[in-house]
């Protein structure tokens, strides 16, 4: 049965599933028409078992509480959503349903006793005082986690049977003496050690070698000494950047982009949101509840009264684009303050507050007329770098030379001496860089490329003028860097050929370590 179930929750009808649950949640902008769940009371069903809405929001809304306990009291609903935990939380009492059918199927129960017993074990609930079982401190870590008792038990329950199921797919094979020696050795083994180190400073006065010595050095180690190869480079570059600071606007052409970017400066009225949700098929309760709060009670004990904490309840801030369709207009006809009538949607009944209200606003064009107006140099840049682009190209394929052609558009030219692979322009700043260097080093000498464009949107063109080959630099050239690399190279070699002498005597004589290190310095 696992392995039917498992491919069942690989399949695209499951993913439709877990997919329209998500979409049910308050708060996530998410398009209503794809929620038609008609008038069904479960959100899943497992064998005889179901998910009802009531059940998926408090797990949910437990989950959502543990999230806070770890990135603070500000993490909300959306941010849970936006970080998959709505479908964790699907996935895990989809699992946790599978598993108990399973046990089901097996004949596998579990009696109250065992539930007793493990939940007596658990040092969670136990009083630190005494070291035994509080149900006190049973009923407010309860309380803390979001569980009613029933819950509690009944997820107790699951887990025994899940952990029985478990241990018959691992089985009960015996291992090996010898293998079980082997591993206990190896995972519990602890070792304690002494060790010192060599004072470098004693092996800082090493004789520069005469010229032989190093010429040999240089040789044996040319790669440590070798240049890599060069290329001399004509560039020519061409990009909106360069022309933004030639580029004029009207008040006008201002004003008429103001207008049609006013959405950018615009920040929608936001609504602080709270709800009591109650399952589909309790209409009446809800309107009861409703009733009660129009007589005056308070919405937090009426929530109360629905097994609904503050974590629950308090579903965060929201504009309209951000909130189910099917609860927006009841939530935005509120007043601050105000509380709906029962709404239905795929979840059941929800009853809405609004605590508060941000109204929104808009920025003058005063407040953004230096993003407006750069906004269109750049717009207007990139249109004339597509047309001097087209032009750029023509010259170069008539044959003009790379400088001239640059110059009838106002490219920027660059002679570029000593570029090595994957070490940018010779210095210089270009953006798109590490692209043109790639580019230097796919063509041959004396070859030219053709108009190419880098991501940034920087057009550009190139030829290779000259390859200088790697070659060994000739050792008058590098000799003090072969003198530095020699004598590191020794001084290394002296103070290992030292420690394998006291760590030879440590060992052949017996000498106790502390005091070979004393002697020793």
Known sequence: ????????SKSIF????????????????LNASMLDLGTSRQVAEIGNQSITPVE??????????NMRNVFGPN???????????????VQSLVSQKIMREDARDKGIGISDEKVRDAIFASDNFKDPA???FSRDRFMQSLYAAGYTEQEFIDGVRGDLMSQQIVGSLTGTAAVPEIMAQQIVSYRNEQRSGTFFTLNRAEFDDIATPDDATLRKYHEDNAQQFTAPETRDVTLATLSSADLISTISVTDAEILESYN?????????EKRTVQQILFAPNEEQTAKDAYKRLQEGADFMDVAKEADMDSSMVNLGEFTANDILPDLRDATFDLPEGGVSEPVETALGWHILRVPSITAGKTQSLDDVR????DGLKQFKAEDAIYDLAVTFDEELGAGTPIKDAAREVGAKTYDLSGVVRGEGLAGQTIDGSDEINAKIFELEGGEESLLEETANGVRYVLRVNQITPSALRPFEDVRD??????????????????????????????????TTAANDG
């Open 1 to 8: 049965m696992l392995a039917g179930i498992r491919k069942f």
């Open 14 to 29: 499951a993913k439709i599933i877990f997919g329209l649950i998500a979409l049910s949640f308050v708060g996530w902008g």
């Open 56 to 65: 998926l929001d408090r797990a949910f809304q437990r989950s959502v509480q």
């Open 75 to 89: 993490f909300n609903q959306q941010q849970a959503v936006q970080m998959g935990l709505l479908n964790n939380t």
């Open 130 to 132: 005494t070291n035994q």
């Open 260 to 268: 049609q970017r006013i959405a950018e400066f615009q920040t929608p």
């Open 370 to 373: 230096d993003t407006v107006v």
């Open 481 to 514: 860097e072969v003198v530095a690399a020699w004598t590191a190279d020794e001084r290394q070699r002296l103070m290992l050929a030292k420690a394998e002498e006291l760590a030879n005597d440590i060992n052949n004589t017996g000498a106790d370590i502390a």
